[in-house]
């Protein structure tokens, strides 16, 4: 039997970077979801909620695919942290972080549209921010310009000079998708890794 498709359901660079580790050959494509928050929802629930979303919205154009979705709730003291988007909320936010803990929530659904199986894992990691100086901010924003992550950080680049430690079973669901547990996902319908 051939192998199916693989299709990310995402634009993201980040996420696509990552899952270039274990695949050579993969589809990217735009999930257009409505990624905005439900009442009384939990991080954890709000990253599995939109990864199941994300994948299914890219299925439905992908018949005879393994298509993945993702996502990352950042969440500081019970409040989710989204992507800042700007410079000066990008501040606020690590001086929020700032000497506290931030725990991220990413969650990876792999749908096979061929078998309308599924299969979803969310990764739990707590980043304890060092105590940042206002300076130490500005000039890490101003160098890595993190507008686009949740959190305002790149732990894959020189945002890991902010913080203390990182607890985590994988350390690529920091950036954005958790590799270990796809890579299982991936083994579980028939596709060879390594």
């Known amino acids: ?19 270039r580790r ?4 993969f589809e990217q494509s735009a999930p257009g979801t409505d990624e905005a928050p439900l009442p ?7 990253a599995l909620r939109l990864a199941i979303a994300k994948a299914a ?21 019970g409040r989710m942290l989204d992507k800042p988007g700007s410079a000066a909320r990008a501040r606020a936010q690590l001086a929020a972080c700032s000497g506290r803990e931030v725990h991220f929530h990413t969650a990876v659904c792999l749908l096979d549209t061929r078998q309308h ?3 979803t894992h969310v990764d739990h990691t707590c980043v304890r921010f060092r105590s940042l100086a206002a300076g130490e ?7 890595e310009q993190p507008l686009d992550c949740a959190g305002s950080f790149k732990c894959e680049g020189l945002g890991i000079s902010l913080f203390e430690s990182i607890d985590s079973h994988d350390p690529t669901a920091l950036i954005g998708l958790p590799l270990i547990a796809l890579a299982r996902l991936l083994r579980e319908t028939g596709i060879e890794l390594p």
């Open 57 to 77: 919205a890219v299925a439905r154009d992908w018949p005879d695919a393994l298509v993945i979705g993702s996502d990352q709730v950042a969440e500081l003291a």
């Open 1 to 19: 039997m051939p192998l199916p498709r693989i299709v990310l359901g995402s634009t993201s660079r980040y996420r696509a970077e990552l899952l």
């Open 137 to 143: 901010i500005e000039r890490y924003v101003e160098r």
């Open 40 to 46: 009384h929802e939990s991080p954890a629930d709000r």
């Open 117 to 119: 199986r599924q299969w």
């Open 22 to 25: 274990l695949l050579a050959g």
